[in-house]
C-alpha cells in the first residue's frame, strides 16, 4: 500500500523559511517521479516543483529561485525548502507520485498518489 505523508507546513511571516517533507512507504521514490503541488482557496492545483528519478529538477516560474526540491533515498523523504516566502505561497501543499519520470511538468491527473496535503501560511 502506498503513502506519502507530508509533514512540515505551518504559519510564517512573508520573508521566512519553512522546509515540507513527504515521507514515502510502499513507494520507491529513486525509481519515481515525486512532485508538490498547491492549492488556494478558489484556485486550481498548481505544480511547484518535482524530481526525477534521475535526479533532475523542475520548478515553477513562481518559485524559481526560491524553492528547492531534493531527495533522501535512505530516508524514502522528498523535501521542499521554500525561502523568501510571500503572503501569495499561502495554500495547502501536497506530495504527489507518478510512476516512472515527469516531463517538465506533469498536470496533477497524471499522478497516482497523493498525500493528504499540509498547511502553509504566510503573512504579510
Known amino acids: 500500500q502506498v503513502q506519502l505523508v507530508e509533514s512540515g507546513g505551518g504559519s510564517v511571516q512573508a520573508g521566512g523559511s519553512l522546509r515540507l517533507s513527504c515521507a514515502a512507504s510502499?513507494?520507491?521514490?529513486?525509481?519515481?517521479?515525486v512532485a508538490w503541488f498547491r492549492q488556494a482557496p478558489g484556485k486550481e492545483r498548481e505544480g511547484v516543483a518535482r524530481i526525477n528519478p534521475s535526479s533532475s529538477t523542475y520548478s515553477a516560474a513562481s518559485v524559481k529561485g526560491r524553492f528547492t526540491i531534493s531527495r533522501d533515498n535512505a530516508k524514502k523523504t522528498v523535501y521542499l525548502q521554500m525561502n523568501s516566502l510571500k503572503p501569495e505561497d499561502t495554500a495547502i501543499y501536497y506530495c504527489?507520485?507518478?510512476?516512472?519520470?515527469?516531463?517538465?511538468?506533469?498536470?496533477?491527473?497524471?499522478?497516482?498518489?497523493w498525500g493528504q496535503g499540509t498547511q502553509v501560511t504566510v503573512s504579510s
Open positions: 504527489a507520485g507518478r510512476d516512472g519520470s515527469c516531463v517538465n511538468f506533469n498536470p496533477p491527473g497524471d499522478f497516482g498518489y
Open positions: 510502499g513507494y520507491s521514490i529513486s525509481r519515481n517521479c
